[in-house]
């Protein structure tokens, strides 16, 4: 929170965008909670990986949440711990919340922006609070994975500078 204080009262979007903790918390929501858990691709032409041998046309498919919890990459990789995008820059072929190749999601870089102002505005005028302990249950919604009530939270004013309670 000491990050988005120090932005004053009313941080414009670019210096939301900017902050570097708050991006780091953006990149591991989305590294633990991808909205779409795979990519698929068909072979344009034969294909080998290791002993496998894979002819034109076949499906191949990456699974992000895999990769994403994989610990060679992501040490203790189901703590939710931001620090880790501070601590190094992960290539496009570890990190990929929004696939990859050429045929990355067009509107990664909007999204990304976009989770940051969002999240910074309400971070920086209000407390949040979960409504439910529970933790929410994933459930697919076509291509993308969403909680299957939502999460429902309570927001509460809070005071430039005051630290939130955990939730």
């Known amino acids: 929170m000491a990050e988005l204080d120090a932005l004053g009262p009313d941080p ?3 210096e939301l965008a900017a902050a570097p903790y708050l991006d780091a918390v953006c990149k591991e929501t989305l590294r633990l909670y991808p909205l779409v858990t795979e990519v698929l691709r068909t072979l344009k032409r034969p294909f080998r990986l290791g002993s496998y041998s894979l002819e034109a046309g076949e499906i191949v498919g990456a699974n992000i949440v895999l ?6 990459r992501f ?3 189901e703590r939710f711990r931001p620090e880790r995008f ?3 820059d992960f290539t496009p072929f570890e990190y990929l919340p929004f696939g990859g190749g050429h045929r990355r999601c067009i509107g990664s870089a909007f999204a990304s922006f976009e989770m940051k102002v969002v999240l910074g505005t309400l971070l920086s005028r209000y407390r ?3 409504v439910n302990e529970d933790p929410p249950r994933p459930v ?6 969403a909680p299957h009530d939502g999460v429902p939270v309570r927001l509460r004013p809070r005071e430039a500078g005051a630290r939130p309670r955990a939730a």
Not at 67 to 72: I, K, V
Not at 140 to 145: A, E, F, G, P
């Open 75 to 77: 040490p203790d990789p």
């Open 67 to 72: 990769s994403h919890r994989s610990p060679e």
């Open 140 to 145: 697919r919604r076509n291509v993308t994975i």
């Open 12 to 14: 414009g979007p670019s």
């Open 128 to 130: 949040v609070e979960l």
């Open 86 to 88: 501070l601590e190094r």
